[in-house]
Structures are given as C-alpha cells and as structure tokens.
C-alpha cells in the first residue's frame, strides 16, 4: 500500500517539476529583457521602469506614483515655465514621505540635505537625493527614484541652480564693490589675517543675502571657493592700496616743502618791502605778492581734497606754470637768499606735480581693481545662486478597479490532494492584506505583506467517488481556500481546502454535507482571458465568464 502511494505521489510531482521548470525559464526571459539600465543613488533603473511627469504649473505630478519599484522622474522646461530650459544649470531633488504645504526655509532645506547625504542606503521615511540628468540643455532632466512604499503621500523639493539673469548679475557686483570700498585703510601692515577675511566674507555674503531673499531667491554659498576668491581679490587690492598709502608719503614731503618755500618767500617779501629805493623794485615787490597770493592754488592735493581729479591736477598744472613763468620775470641780482627760494620752490612744484600723478595713478589702479574684483567676487557667488520648490505626488491610485487589482491577482496552479490521490488544476484568486505592485522583481528580502496572501479559487477535474463524495459545483467544479507564499515573482506555493461534496453513508438519507481535503499547490500569476480556452471546456468556460 505503501509503495503503491509513494508511486502515486511522484507520478503528481511530475508537472509540478515541469511546472517550476517553465516558470524558472520564464523568469529568466523577463531578466534578460529589463537588464539594469542605470544605478542611481539605490535606485535601480530598468528598461521597463515606469515614467512619471511633472506637472510644474500644479506642483504635482501628472499622474499617480508606482510603488514597490524604482521609477524614473521626468522634468521638462519650457520657455512658458517658471524657469526657462536654457536658464538651468543643475536640478536636484529631495524627496520623503511627508506632506508639506510650502517651500519650506532655508534651516529647514539645510537639515533635508544633511539627513540625504547621511542617508545612503536609501531608507524610506527619511530625505533622499535624486540627482537630475539630462543629454543637453534642449533635453529635460530626469531623475532615478528608488522604491516608494504604496498609499503614502509625498513631498519632492527640487533644488534649481540657474543662471542669474543681466541685472541681478549687476547688483550683485554692485553690492560687492560697494562693501569692498567701504573697507578701511589697515595701518602700520598690509596683510589679512583669516579672520579678517572671514569678516569680510561674511558682510559680502549677508549683503548678497539680503538682496536675494528680496527676489524669492536663497543664495546657497557652496564650500570654500567664495572665501578663497575673495581672499585673493583682497590681497590684490592690499597690495594696489599698499602702493597708494606709499606714495601718500613723498605727496606730503612735497607739499610741506612747498608750504616751507611759500613761507620763507612771504617773509622775504615783507623784508623786501622795507629796502624799497626804486620804481623798479616795486614792480619785483608786486610779482612777489602776486606769487605769494597763489600759495592756497599750489597746495591744493589729493590729500586735502578727495574730490580731487585729473582735471583739477591739470589746473594744478597751469597754476604751476604761471608760478614759474612768474619766478623767470624776478630778476634780483646779488640777491643769494631769493635765488636759493626760487629754486626750492621750483623743485617743490616738480616734486609735488610727479607725486600727485603718482598718487591718482595709484588709486585710478585701486579703483580699477576694486571693480574687477567686485565683478569676479559677485560672479563667484553666482554659481552658487540657488531656487526651491515642493512638488507634491502620491502613491494612492484614486481609481478604485485599478487600487483592487494591487490587492487581488489571478494564478494558475496544480493541487495536490494526497488523501484522495489526486491533482486537480484549478484557477484562483490572492487577496493580498497590502498593495502588491507585480512588476517588482521578489527578493528573500522582500516584505512579507508582498508574499503572503489568500487563495479562493475553482479545481477543475473531477474527484467524484462513487457513494463516498461528489464535486461541490456542476461540471466538475470545487472550492479551494486556503494560504499563498510568492518565493518568485509570479511563482508561489500555497496550501489549504479543496472543499467537495461528502455523499451521506446512509442511501435513504439524500442529505449530504460538505467537506475539505488538504491540499499543496504550486502556482502562478495569469492573465486569466489567456488561458480560459486553453485550459476549459466551452461549457466551463461560459460558467466562468458569466455567458452561459
């Protein structure tokens, strides 16, 4: 008896061996045709991953979020958007479990983006990162999402870096050359030390700042090129104001020198004045004061005036000549004490006209190098000008026949009824307790909701037995139920009842009663109008569809 059921059990095992060897063969196919395309930050992309749009003007998507597999982002920008396709640098996108009504401040932005890069495994329920790509900049950018838990409500911030557009690009400069004027002189040496620098950085930037929050923007300072940049621009201008405090100094020498010569000349007129003997000294003593009274012209620098300009060195220039045409016209003979004032007067307008030129050629170099400094401050600064905005999206599909069928699949399977020596075929329906997306790939580290499901479903074969059991249903038709665990994609083994009619032991008595056998069953998922008339009669299958 024995050996006569093990014989009848291995001639049962035979197509479930077949069985599993289709489906195997068939997973293998399915591999093969959705090879991974892309590795993205834990998102795995293949051939066959589903696209969604974004939908700029509502914030949203345009369609729902597949869930349970890695998904592709598509963003496209349009002269119409916000944004304009050529005026994008860099998108990136934050992405979690979590609803937010607006964009949310640049603290809360910074915290997203710490607990993204510290969340490289991907885990959900906590920020990741997305980076955008795109062929070029005619191209939309799209984004490689890792799998999405089903039914959640989501929040993705993208992050724009765009160009600046002309006149934010011109204030920014501004503002730059203005605080880089407003520096004082450092005394006694030229150099800065780091934290002078970072002072300076720190005004340049809350400066910015400010600006860009006026125009809805965040200005996103990235590592340390900005400081080193501006510490460079500094040293450059250290070194011009270096050169403009030095020739400060033989400006002044030159300038006491004349004040000297122009008070020893005053002194010499009024002694002059007493030895008056002749009309002709008169006319010497009227150039005297005449050259005397010009003294306030000559004296007039750059270190007294700040509105001084070359135009008023050329004035300078004039007033200086006028003084040396005057001195030629003195004639004094004998006179030692007037020929040695002439002379030092004389090298005292050289003097101070070499050393005013010096000077405005140092500082038009200052001026000069503070604006192109600004400019290649302010432009540092603008790569890292940076733009949010929150996108909402969901995985909760609204459309209730489509929500169903995550939970509910159809399989095609094999039971075997070891008490009653036989192996029926019957089709089944698995009710999953959580949405099941069927295109993911199962894995031994797969959630158990997406394993686990019921099985109700319809043997097909008879198992009658004269006197002892009929079919529960006409045309050879029984009720399964029972438990599924998927170990493949769309392969899973399940066990339960197969539920028959039990004929009463007593003929007299018509009035039977249902019973349940055990079963074990391999299995796996159909489209059902594939196989019904393959698999059925056309009397069954009428029955099954309704159309009888």
């Not at 003195?330 to 030092?344: D, H, Q, R, T, V």
């Not at 005013?356 to 302010?378: F, G, Q």
Request: with cysteine.
């Amino acid at each position: 008896m024995l050996l006569q059921y093990l014989k009848c059990s291995v001639r049962f095992c035979i197509p479930l061996i077949l069985l599993t060897s289709f489906q195997v063969c068939a997973q293998t196919v399915i591999t093969e045709k959705t090879k991974i395309k892309k590795v993205t930050t834990g998102a795995v992309v293949t051939g066959s991953s589903e696209e969604v749009e974004v939908d700029l003007g509502q914030r949203g998507f345009k369609t729902f979020l597949p869930f349970d597999t890695p998904l592709r982002i598509k963003l496209t920008l349009t002269d119409k958007t916000f944004i304009k396709k050529d005026e994008a640098l860099s998108v990136n996108a934050y992405y979690n479990k979590i609803s937010l009504a607006g964009t949310p401040s640049i603290d809360y932005i910074k915290t997203i983006i710490s607990e993204a890069a510290a969340n490289r495994k991907g885990v959900n329920y906590q920020w990741r990162k997305a980076e955008g790509t795109r062929g070029g900049p005619e191209d939309p950018f799209h984004f490689s999402i890792g799998k999405l838990p089903p039914n959640r409500d989501f929040t993705f911030i993208l992050e724009i870096e765009r160009k600046l557009k002309p006149g934010e690009t011109t204030k920014l400069r501004e503002i730059a050359g203005e605080k880089l004027k407003s520096l004082k002189d450092k005394k006694g040496t030229f150099g800065f030390s780091i934290k002078e620098v970072d002072s300076i950085t720190g005004m340049l930037k809350d400066s910015i700042t400010r600006y860009m929050a006026s125009k809805d923007l965040i200005a996103n300072f990235k590592d340390n090129r900005d400081s080193e940049t501006i510490k460079d621009s500094l040293q450059i201008l250290l070194s011009l104001k270096e050169g403009t405090v030095i020739s400060t100094d033989p400006l002044t020498r030159a300038k006491a020198l004349l004040v000297d010569n122009f008070n020893s000349l005053n002194a010499f007129v009024k002694k002059y004045a007493k030895s008056i003997d002749g009309k002709d000294k008169k006319g010497d003593l009227a150039l005297l004061g005449r050259l005397a009274a010009m003294k306030s012209i000559e004296l007039k620098t750059p270190l007294v005036d700040t509105a001084f300009t070359r135009a008023d060195m050329a004035k300078q220039k004039l007033s200086f000549d006028t003084v040396r045409i005057i001195l030629k016209q003195m004639k004094l003979p004998g006179n030692k004490e007037f020929g040695s004032i002439k002379a030092n007067i004389t090298d005292a307008l050289e003097a101070i006209g070499i050393q005013t030129e010096n000077y405005l050629n140092n500082v038009d170099k200052a001026k000069a190098a503070t604006t192109a400094n600004a400019r290649k401050i302010a432009d540092t600064f603008a790569q890292g000008i940076i733009m949010y905005m929150t996108v909402s999206g969901t995985s909760f599909n609204p459309d209730f026949v489509t929500r169903a069928n995550t939970y509910i699949s159809a399989d095609l399977g094999l039971a075997l009824i070891p008490s009653a020596g036989k192996m029926v075929p019957y089709l089944g329906t698995n009710i999953y307790f959580r949405p099941v997306n069927r295109n993911e790939k199962i894995t031994w580290s797969s959630n158990m909701g997406k394993r686990v499901s019921l099985l109700v479903g319809l043997s097909v074969g008879s198992i009658a037995k004269p006197n002892y059991r009929d079919d529960l249903l006409a045309n050879s038709f029984n009720l399964i139920t029972g438990v599924g665990f998927r170990v493949a994609s769309f392969v899973r083994f399940n066990g339960g009842y197969l539920w028959y009619t039990k004929v009463n032991e007593n003929p007299l008595n018509t009035n039977n009663s249902i019973a349940g056998k055990p079963f074990v069953s391999l299995s796996f998922d159909i489209d059902v109008r594939t196989v019904f008339n393959g698999l059925f009669t056309a009397g069954q299958t009428k029955i099954l569809t309704g159309k009888e």
